[in-house]
């Protein structure tokens, strides 16, 4: 079974610019959610979907991030513009049907603000 | 409010000895807990997860243990191996809260050959 699949795995950008990160979820599974990790912090979450419907994103900040997830399937999240703390790895899980399931985690990408 | 805590954030065990994790929470009405390992430069890679009508469960070479009067859930690791070396969390959640994880800061495990 393929994992979860997230690109690109490096980004650089200079403050103020906008960057976007690609998420393919396992195959089948109808939750996913993008997670904000700071170093040496665990996971914080940012928004989960059900389907390409929004659950929660209580913790997303909505005057510069955006996330889609149009058909259900795979997802984007976008960020515009950058702030220096927005350097972090955004990771992306997908669980089977959300609730009190384990969630699969992407290697994340890793993004660096100068 | 709610936190999910370590208790450790470093353990250095030698090689084949057992290694033991500890992870407090502060949200009595959590029902559902997973322990991941993260190394370098990768996500975290599901352990093994516990419901709250449990307080063991265990796999292979690992036992998670929950004990809800304290709050407290713990990763045993038998047998530790080098390549248990990583940084390990904790994480807790709640049927309500729909899969909306806490993780705790984590505990870096380092393993002497």
């Known amino acids: 079974e393929a994992g979860v699949a997230q690109s690109p795995r490096y980004k650089i950008i200079e403050k103020r610019q906008s960057v976007a990160f690609w998420c393919n979820p396992i195959s089948g599974h109808a939750t996913l959610y993008w997670y904000q990790q700071i170093l040496g912090q665990g996971p914080k979450l940012l928004i989960q979907f059900q389907n390409n419907g929004v659950v929660d994103d209580s913790q997303l900040p909505k005057d510069r991030f955006s996330a889609e997830r149009l058909k259900g399937v795979d997802s984007t999240l976008k960020i515009q513009p950058a702030k220096l703390e927005d350097s972090a790895v955004y990771l992306c899980a997908s669980s089977f049907q959300g609730g009190n399931q384990p969630q699969h985690f992407g290697d994340g990408t890793r993004l660096s603000i100068l | 409010g709610e936190s999910v805590g370590l208790h450790l954030p470093t353990l250095s065990v030698q090689e084949g000895d057992n290694s033991i994790i500890n992870c407090a929470y502060s949200?009595?009405?959590?029902?559902?807990f997973i322990w991941y390992k993260q190394e370098s430069g990768k996500g975290p890679q599901f352990i093994i997860d516990?419901?709250?009508?449990?307080d063991k469960r265990q796999g292979q070479r690992v036992t998670v243990l929950l004990n809800k009067t304290v709050k407290h859930l713990s990763l045993q690791i038998a047998a530790t191996q080098p390549g248990d070396s990583a940084v390990y969390f904790c994480?807790?959640?709640?049927?309500?809260?729909?899969?909306?994880?806490?993780f705790g800061q984590g505990t870096e495990l380092s393993v002497k050959p």
């Open positions: 994480a807790e959640t709640n049927y309500n809260q729909g899969g909306k994880l806490i």
């Open positions: 949200n009595s009405a959590s029902d559902y």
């Open positions: 516990i419901r709250s009508n449990m």
